[in-house]
């Protein structure tokens, strides 16, 4: 059998039941949250990857062990610096203003402690990542007037999907809403993001379903539309069964039309 410690006691495992303890301590140890902004964004803050490794460690020992000003010869133990090197990765961050040590307040211990400080640096991510916005608003705005839309049609159209979607597009989400619009009218890329709102289909795939199908039969104006609707319909209520639905409102009825006409 192996033994194996956990929180001073010792624990015994089976003959061949080591994964199982693995599984177990990699649960039971948690995991260190580190924010995807960041680790986008950590190169515009000046911030080598050695650096990035360290405060990823000082990130650790904070929240797992409660240790707030590590020294360098424990975190010597962690990375694959030497203390010289992990001593001056530290003072580059302090020095850069990413990091400072601040006096903490121990309720446990009821007594002031030393620590590292990390709202500086997220205050200069906050600071980049405001600029990351501004250029890719930027970048939107350029993709919109580019070429063969008409501007204020871009923009309306643009502006009818961030309504629809509550939320800002990416520019990747503008550049398809770019493709759609010189394949087909915007008018007709509205009504296809008309359509998938009313099925609560807030995604761009379900629209291009919907353009595919219209593209696929030569659909082409709002009108195309309507008798394309009328033409499917009449055929739906041809056959058997058909008349029980008559009753339903016209909302229910529109909303079961598109869904038998375009969802997978």
Not at 177 to 192: D, F, G, H
Request: hydrophobic share 35%; proline share 3%.
């Amino acid at each position: 059998m192996g033994n194996i410690r956990q929180g001073g006691t010792v624990k015994k495992y089976k003959k061949g039941n080591i994964t199982a303890a693995f599984g177990t301590d990699l649960f039971t140890h948690g995991s260190t949250a580190i924010p995807n902004l960041l680790l986008k964004l950590y190169k515009h803050l000046g911030i080598s990857d050695t650096e990035m490794m360290l405060l990823i460690q000082l990130f650790r020992l904070r929240t797992e062990e409660k240790i707030y000003l590590p020294a360098p010869s424990l975190l010597r133990e962690l990375l694959s610096g030497n203390e010289e090197q992990i001593t001056g990765d530290l003072e580059s961050l302090v020095h850069k203003e990413l990091l400072k040590i601040t006096d903490f307040f121990d309720a446990e211990q009821n007594l002031v402690i030393k620590g590292y400080d990390f709202e500086p640096l997220f205050e200069k991510l906050s600071e980049v990542w405001a600029c990351t916005k501004v250029k890719e608003n930027e970048t939107i705005k350029k993709l919109l007037t580019d070429g063969n839309m008409d501007s204020y049609k871009a923009l309306n159209l643009y502006t009818s999907f961030e309504n629809e979607f509550g939320r800002p597009l990416s520019p990747m989400e503008v550049e398809q809403i770019k493709i759609w619009s010189q394949k087909i009218s915007p008018v007709m890329v509205l009504e296809a993001l008309r359509r998938a709102v009313l099925m609560g289909k807030h995604n761009f795939k379900y629209i291009d379903g919907i353009l595919l199908e219209w593209e696929k039969n030569n659909i082409r104006t709002p009108a195309n539309i309507e008798e394309y609707d009328r033409k499917f319909k009449t055929k739906q209520s041809n056959k058997p069964g058909a008349g029980a639905r008559l009753h339903n409102d016209k909302k229910s009825d529109k909303k079961s039309l598109i869904q038998s006409l375009y969802m997978s």
